[in-house]
Protein backbone atom coordinates (compact mmCIF):
# COMPACT_ATOMS: atom_id res chain seq x y z
CA UNK A 1 0.00 0.00 0.00
CA UNK A 2 3.16 2.44 0.84
CA UNK A 3 4.64 1.33 -2.69
CA UNK A 4 1.06 2.24 -4.13
CA UNK A 5 0.83 5.53 -2.53
CA UNK A 6 4.12 6.49 -3.53
CA UNK A 7 3.29 5.73 -7.14
CA UNK A 8 -0.01 7.53 -6.73
CA UNK A 9 1.86 10.56 -5.07
CA UNK A 10 4.42 10.70 -8.34
CA UNK A 11 1.40 10.90 -10.32
CA UNK A 12 -0.05 13.76 -8.82
CA UNK A 13 3.48 15.60 -8.38
CA UNK A 14 3.28 15.68 -12.27
CA UNK A 15 -0.32 16.59 -12.28
CA UNK A 16 0.30 19.63 -10.15
CA UNK A 17 2.69 20.47 -11.81
CA UNK A 18 0.66 21.02 -15.13
CA UNK A 19 -1.78 22.46 -12.88
CA UNK A 20 0.93 25.33 -12.13
CA UNK A 21 1.96 25.57 -15.38
CA UNK A 22 -1.41 25.43 -16.93
CA UNK A 23 -2.06 29.73 -16.94
CA UNK A 24 1.79 29.76 -19.21
CA UNK A 25 -0.97 30.63 -21.98
CA UNK A 26 -3.17 32.98 -20.13
CA UNK A 27 -0.17 35.08 -18.98
CA UNK A 28 2.13 35.56 -22.60
CA UNK A 29 -1.55 36.94 -23.90
CA UNK A 30 -1.21 39.32 -20.74
CA UNK A 31 2.42 40.05 -21.83
CA UNK A 32 1.80 40.36 -25.15
CA UNK A 33 -1.21 42.92 -24.81
CA UNK A 34 0.19 44.78 -22.03
CA UNK A 35 -3.26 44.30 -20.13
CA UNK A 36 -4.72 41.80 -18.07
CA UNK A 37 -7.85 42.81 -20.19
CA UNK A 38 -10.81 41.14 -17.67
CA UNK A 39 -8.48 38.16 -16.35
CA UNK A 40 -9.05 37.93 -12.32
CA UNK A 41 -6.46 37.62 -10.16
CA UNK A 42 -7.91 35.93 -7.30
CA UNK A 43 -7.43 32.25 -8.59
CA UNK A 44 -4.13 32.93 -8.68
CA UNK A 45 -3.47 34.59 -5.68
CA UNK A 46 -5.72 31.88 -3.74
CA UNK A 47 -3.55 29.12 -5.24
CA UNK A 48 -0.33 30.60 -4.24
CA UNK A 49 -1.57 31.34 -1.03
CA UNK A 50 -2.54 27.54 -0.58
CA UNK A 51 1.20 26.46 -2.24
CA UNK A 52 3.10 27.97 0.57
CA UNK A 53 0.93 26.47 3.48
CA UNK A 54 0.95 23.43 1.60
CA UNK A 55 4.96 23.31 1.45
CA UNK A 56 5.07 24.27 4.89
CA UNK A 57 2.88 21.08 5.93
CA UNK A 58 5.02 19.12 4.16
CA UNK A 59 7.71 20.24 5.99
CA UNK A 60 6.71 19.53 9.33
CA UNK A 61 4.52 16.28 8.58
CA UNK A 62 6.92 13.24 8.34
CA UNK A 63 6.56 11.44 5.07
CA UNK A 64 4.79 13.99 3.32
CA UNK A 65 7.72 14.84 0.77
CA UNK A 66 5.95 14.86 -2.17
CA UNK A 67 3.21 17.21 -0.83
CA UNK A 68 6.16 20.06 0.27
CA UNK A 69 8.22 19.58 -2.99
CA UNK A 70 5.57 20.25 -5.67
CA UNK A 71 4.15 22.80 -3.36
CA UNK A 72 7.40 24.51 -3.55
CA UNK A 73 7.74 24.70 -6.99
CA UNK A 74 3.96 25.97 -7.21
CA UNK A 75 4.41 28.75 -4.93
CA UNK A 76 7.73 29.70 -6.96
CA UNK A 77 4.97 29.63 -10.44
CA UNK A 78 2.25 31.58 -8.94
CA UNK A 79 4.89 34.22 -7.29
CA UNK A 80 5.99 34.79 -11.02
CA UNK A 81 1.99 34.76 -12.16
CA UNK A 82 1.14 37.09 -9.57
CA UNK A 83 4.33 39.39 -10.29
CA UNK A 84 2.83 39.40 -13.79
CA UNK A 85 -0.23 40.30 -12.86
CA UNK A 86 0.37 43.28 -10.64
CA UNK A 87 3.13 44.92 -13.28
CA UNK A 88 0.37 45.03 -15.93
CA UNK A 89 -3.14 45.13 -14.29
CA UNK A 90 -4.91 48.71 -15.04
CA UNK A 91 -3.89 51.58 -12.59
CA UNK A 92 -7.76 51.44 -10.86
CA UNK A 93 -7.20 48.29 -10.03
CA UNK A 94 -3.89 47.95 -8.90
CA UNK A 95 -4.66 48.90 -5.24
CA UNK A 96 -7.02 46.45 -4.70
CA UNK A 97 -5.02 43.67 -6.02
CA UNK A 98 -2.31 44.53 -4.40
CA UNK A 99 -4.07 44.93 -1.09
CA UNK A 100 -5.22 41.63 -1.69
CA UNK A 101 -1.80 39.86 -2.46
CA UNK A 102 -0.39 41.76 0.80
CA UNK A 103 -2.58 40.05 2.96
CA UNK A 104 -3.16 36.87 1.33
CA UNK A 105 0.14 36.23 0.39
CA UNK A 106 2.08 37.81 3.22
CA UNK A 107 -0.08 38.26 6.26
CA UNK A 108 -1.83 35.29 6.56
CA UNK A 109 0.85 32.52 5.50
CA UNK A 110 3.22 34.45 7.92
CA UNK A 111 0.72 34.67 10.61
CA UNK A 112 -1.15 30.91 9.73
CA UNK A 113 2.70 29.60 10.73
CA UNK A 114 3.65 31.36 13.58
CA UNK A 115 0.63 30.74 15.23
CA UNK A 116 0.70 27.30 15.01
CA UNK A 117 4.13 26.84 16.06
CA UNK A 118 3.35 29.29 19.47
CA UNK A 119 0.07 27.64 20.15
CA UNK A 120 1.41 24.24 20.26
CA UNK A 121 4.10 22.84 21.42
CA UNK A 122 3.37 19.59 19.72
CA UNK A 123 4.42 18.36 16.67
CA UNK A 124 1.46 16.26 15.82
CA UNK A 125 -1.17 19.02 17.05
CA UNK A 126 1.00 22.08 14.70
CA UNK A 127 0.70 19.41 11.77
CA UNK A 128 -3.38 19.30 12.37
CA UNK A 129 -3.96 23.02 12.73
CA UNK A 130 -1.49 23.46 9.70
CA UNK A 131 -3.15 20.43 8.20
CA UNK A 132 -6.87 21.87 9.13
CA UNK A 133 -6.03 25.27 7.07
CA UNK A 134 -4.68 24.10 4.37
CA UNK A 135 -7.57 21.55 4.21
CA UNK A 136 -9.83 25.08 4.25
CA UNK A 137 -7.67 26.86 1.67
CA UNK A 138 -7.21 24.22 -0.76
CA UNK A 139 -11.49 24.21 -0.71
CA UNK A 140 -11.23 27.99 -1.61
CA UNK A 141 -8.58 27.26 -4.44
CA UNK A 142 -10.36 24.61 -6.12
CA UNK A 143 -13.49 26.89 -6.55
CA UNK A 144 -11.56 30.06 -6.72
CA UNK A 145 -11.72 29.78 -10.86
CA UNK A 146 -15.55 29.81 -10.28
CA UNK A 147 -15.08 33.36 -9.92
CA UNK A 148 -15.02 33.74 -13.54
CA UNK A 149 -18.29 32.26 -14.27
CA UNK A 150 -20.38 35.74 -13.94
CA UNK A 151 -18.52 36.69 -17.02
CA UNK A 152 -18.99 33.40 -18.41
CA UNK A 153 -22.64 33.62 -18.16
CA UNK A 154 -22.81 37.45 -19.07
CA UNK A 155 -20.80 37.41 -22.30
CA UNK A 156 -22.17 33.80 -22.89
CA UNK A 157 -18.83 33.18 -24.05
CA UNK A 158 -15.55 31.03 -22.17
CA UNK A 159 -12.91 33.24 -23.54
CA UNK A 160 -12.37 34.60 -19.76
CA UNK A 161 -12.54 31.26 -17.64
CA UNK A 162 -9.06 29.44 -18.16
CA UNK A 163 -10.45 25.64 -19.86
CA UNK A 164 -6.62 24.28 -18.86
CA UNK A 165 -6.41 25.48 -15.03
CA UNK A 166 -10.21 23.59 -14.78
CA UNK A 167 -9.18 21.06 -16.79
CA UNK A 168 -6.15 20.09 -14.72
CA UNK A 169 -7.23 20.89 -11.02
CA UNK A 170 -10.51 18.49 -12.04
CA UNK A 171 -7.43 16.03 -12.97
CA UNK A 172 -5.55 17.24 -9.98
CA UNK A 173 -8.18 16.71 -7.53
CA UNK A 174 -9.07 12.68 -8.28
CA UNK A 175 -5.26 11.21 -8.25
CA UNK A 176 -4.96 13.45 -4.76
CA UNK A 177 -7.85 12.32 -3.38
CA UNK A 178 -6.96 8.52 -4.29
CA UNK A 179 -3.03 9.54 -2.98
CA UNK A 180 -4.78 10.88 0.66
CA UNK A 181 -7.27 7.67 0.73
CA UNK A 182 -4.41 5.55 0.31
CA UNK A 183 -2.58 7.00 3.28
CA UNK A 184 -5.83 7.85 5.58
CA UNK A 185 -5.02 11.59 5.56
CA UNK A 186 -8.14 13.19 5.79
CA UNK A 187 -6.85 16.71 5.07
CA UNK A 188 -5.63 16.10 1.74
CA UNK A 189 -8.66 14.06 1.06
CA UNK A 190 -11.49 16.22 2.28
CA UNK A 191 -10.07 19.19 -0.24
CA UNK A 192 -9.11 17.21 -2.85
CA UNK A 193 -12.52 15.62 -3.18
CA UNK A 194 -14.65 19.02 -3.18
CA UNK A 195 -11.64 19.77 -5.77
CA UNK A 196 -12.58 17.37 -7.96
CA UNK A 197 -16.51 18.29 -7.46
CA UNK A 198 -16.13 21.51 -8.52
CA UNK A 199 -13.57 20.90 -11.37
CA UNK A 200 -16.36 18.93 -12.99
CA UNK A 201 -18.82 21.74 -12.46
CA UNK A 202 -16.70 23.98 -14.23
CA UNK A 203 -16.20 21.98 -16.76
CA UNK A 204 -19.80 21.23 -17.47
CA UNK A 205 -19.90 24.86 -17.69
CA UNK A 206 -17.06 24.94 -19.76
CA UNK A 207 -18.97 22.76 -22.27
CA UNK A 208 -21.88 24.34 -21.99
CA UNK A 209 -20.75 27.71 -23.02
CA UNK A 210 -18.18 26.95 -25.59
CA UNK A 211 -20.05 26.76 -28.92
CA UNK A 212 -22.88 29.26 -27.37
CA UNK A 213 -24.02 32.27 -29.40
CA UNK A 214 -21.69 34.89 -27.62
CA UNK A 215 -23.60 38.29 -26.46
CA UNK A 216 -21.61 40.90 -28.31
CA UNK A 217 -22.68 43.90 -26.00
CA UNK A 218 -21.72 42.77 -22.77
CA UNK A 219 -18.44 41.02 -24.78
CA UNK A 220 -17.28 44.34 -26.28
CA UNK A 221 -17.47 45.91 -23.38
CA UNK A 222 -15.25 43.62 -21.29
CA UNK A 223 -12.76 43.36 -24.01
CA UNK A 224 -10.47 46.95 -24.61
CA UNK A 225 -9.78 47.43 -27.86
CA UNK A 226 -5.88 47.17 -27.87
CA UNK A 227 -3.90 45.88 -30.64
CA UNK A 228 -1.34 42.86 -29.92
CA UNK A 229 1.78 43.80 -29.94
CA UNK A 230 4.63 42.13 -32.30
Do not use: H
Given at each position: ???????V???????????F???VE????????RST???EC?P??????????????????????????V???????E???VL?????V????F??????VL????C???????G?????????R?????????????I???????????T?VT???V???P?W??????L?????G???F??HD??L?VP?GM??L????????Y??????Q???????????S?????
Open positions: MADLSFYGVIGNVISVLVLSPTFWRIVQREEYLYICTLMSSSLWTYYGIVTPGEYLVSTNGFGALASIYIFLFFPKPRLKTIVVALNVFPVLAMVTRTAFEDENRSSSMGFICATLNVMYGSPLSAIKVTRSQFMFLSFFLFNGAIWVYALLVFLNGFLGTMQLLIAYYRNAPNVEDEEGLIPQPLLS
